[in-house]
């Protein structure tokens, strides 16, 4: 015959928690809910604002990091630059492209429908007068295998590195001029260093 350990509850012993206890504690789960369902929305809201930044700066302000010296003085290797999408480049201006699945930066010097011409000291003429280029700190022919004086086609940028002895641009048809439509934005700003932060000119 087994046995069994009775244990007797007397009611009467158990203590009842106090009205200010059991409003404490009511209070204390209200704060728990509350601090989790705004964690919650704090995460969400986070999260949908870095998908819209990442989507505005995918299609409008591009983040570029440069690689290679062809745009020296100007911009260095390593330099990361905002550039703005779906705007108008003109004369001058430091653009991004496409190329072969690359993104290049070289300045535009000539438009469609513009000559461009390079005497042997690497001056540069567009429709017969010499172009200013402060941003350059030498001249050089460089790797020309045009024919001069050039017209540039219709719809396409003649573009230059600024650092003209080494930079590979349209001055031969490896890469030739940009069509328009492979733009990927004016380079405008320089946020990397923190020592050359800027306006690009």
């Given at each position: ?59 409008f302000m591009p983040v570029l990091q440069i690689n290679g010296m062809s745009m020296s003085d100007t911009l260095y290797s390593e330099d990361i630059v905002v550039s703005f999408s779906h705007v108008k480049c003109e004369t001058g201006d430091v653009v991004a492209f496409y190329f072969n699945n690359n993104i290049l930066v070289k300045r535009v010097i000539a438009r ?90």
């Amino acid at each position: 015959m087994s046995k069994f350990n009775k244990t007797e509850i007397n009611i009467d012993e158990i203590e009842m928690p106090s009205a200010e206890t059991l409003e404490a504690e009511i209070g204390d789960l209200k704060y728990k809910t509350r601090f989790i369902r705004i964690l919650r929305n704090t995460i969400l809201t986070l999260v949908v604002v870095v998908a819209i930044a990442v989507i505005v700066s995918m299609m409008f302000m591009p983040v570029l990091q440069i690689n290679g010296m062809s745009m020296s003085d100007t911009l260095y290797s390593e330099d990361i630059v905002v550039s703005f999408s779906h705007v108008k480049c003109e004369t001058g201006d430091v653009v991004a492209f496409y190329f072969n699945n690359n993104i290049l930066v070289k300045r535009v010097i000539a438009r469609s429908g513009q000559w461009v011409d390079i005497d042997d000291e690497g001056n540069v003429y567009v429709d017969g007068a010499i172009i200013d280029e402060p941003y350059i700190s030498e001249r050089a022919f460089g790797d020309c295998n045009i024919e001069l004086p050039y017209q540039v086609p219709d719809g396409r940028l003649f573009v230059m590195g600024d650092h003209r002895s080494t930079s590979v641009d349209s001055r031969n048809t490896a890469i030739g001029c940009v069509a328009e439509e492979m733009l990927v934005g004016k380079v405008a700003y320089r946020i990397w260093p923190l020592s050359d932060i800027g306006i690009i000119e």
